[in-house]
């Protein structure tokens, strides 16, 4: 009974303690990246705008991508501004689970797009880095679908019941298991590309145009092992944060107070940096680009 007085069973930091402690460091971080995140909302608004309504009749990819980034954009930026980290005060337990699943629901999204960006790769590539009926676009919006349909079950049954925190667990390590693989299958994509590009970028000495050509691939393939790596990272410190003392098992409810803001200040720095590469391998792929003997041309689209 004791534990169900709180309520939420993850522990947090003691607020009022952490904000004398970080100062000026605690807003900074909440106005930093909002700011970032906003930024991330106006990218999207202004390409489904743009191009929306012709890519949503194609039933584009890229259009599933865009419009899951606009949602992790607007979800990250009402939760830092509604109640960050549900360090508000006066908080009723429905504000609480509200700005939690806020939360998670935008970690979704952001997996998704990230998801369905290396499918925009593969199939741009004419590549293969998993069974055919797990590398489609059904499979991912099953997965996401799902998800986001666990997150709220689980969550609203927590906050009844802190009992059934297990929830909890078996949802950050699923979720982030899955987001490993994704960032495996960007590192995957990356190497085969530049294995499969050898004999042109051999032939690229002796011809300007491959040359050009190549500089591109290069950046491309740098930018593939750049996602892979910050995915790595992100998802990595999920699965930390949930088996460590930020996790629902920590029986204290009260963790270290700059740990954990460290741990969130890296969370939220991946977030970020990964939505500017998802931005920029956007640019540098396109569905539609033709490939010959499976190597890509590099066809910059406009997102």
């Known amino acids: ?26 807003p900074f971080h909440i106005y930093f990246f909002t700011a970032l995140y906003c930024l991330v909302v106006i990218r999207g608004l ?28 607007i979800s990250r930026t009402v939760f830092l501004i509604w109640n960050p980290y549900g360090s508000g005060t006066n908080e009723s337990k429905a504000e609480l689970v509200a700005c939690i ?31 055919s009926n797990v590398q489609n676009r059904a499979f991912l919006l099953a997965v996401f679908v799902i998800n986001v349909l666990y997150i709220i079950m689980s969550d609203l049954i927590v906050a009844h ?7 909890i667990l078996i949802c950050q390590v699923a979720f982030a298991l899955w987001g490993i693989l994704v960032a495996l299958g960007y ?12 004999s042109t970028r051999q032939s690229a000495q002796y011809n ?40 629902v098992y920590n029986e204290t409810g009260i963790v270290s107070n700059w740990p954990w803001i460290a741990v969130q ?6 977030e ?6 998802i931005f920029c391998i956007a640019l540098k792929t396109n569905t539609g680009s033709t490939t010959k003997n499976n190597k890509v041309d590099c066809v910059e689209s406009k997102a």
């Not at 200040?265 to 991946?270: A, G, I, K, P, V």
């Not at 970020?272 to 590469?277: E, N, Q, R, S, Y």
Request: charged share 20%; hydrophobic share 50%; proline share 4%.
């Open 1 to 26: 009974m004791a534990e169900n007085k709180k309520l939420w069973p993850e522990p947090v930091p003691d607020w009022p303690r952490a904000k004398e402690i970080w100062k000026w460091g605690w």
């Open 46 to 73: 202004y390409i489904l705008i743009r191009q929306g309504k012709q890519e949503l009749f194609r039933r584009s990819h890229r259009f599933l991508m865009n419009a899951l980034l606009l949602v992790f954009g």
């Open 101 to 131: 699943i806020t939360l998670s629901i935008g970690t979704a999204c952001i997996t998704a797009a990230i998801s369905f960006l290396l499918l925009i790769v593969l199939e741009s590539t004419r590549i293969s880095v998993a069974p």
């Open 161 to 167: 019941f802190h009992e059934a925190k297990v929830m």
């Open 187 to 198: 590192a995957l994509a990356a190497a085969r590309l530049w294995r499969n590009f050898k």
């Open 208 to 247: 300007p145009d491959l040359a050009a050509d190549g500089k591109k691939f290069t950046k491309l393939v740098i930018l593939l092992y750049l996602a892979s790596f910050c995915g790595m990272v992100m998802f990595c410190t999920i699965v930390y944060s949930a088996l460590g003392d930020t996790g």
């Open 265 to 270: 200040t890296l969370m939220r720095s991946c």
């Open 272 to 277: 970020t940096f990964m939505c500017l590469l």
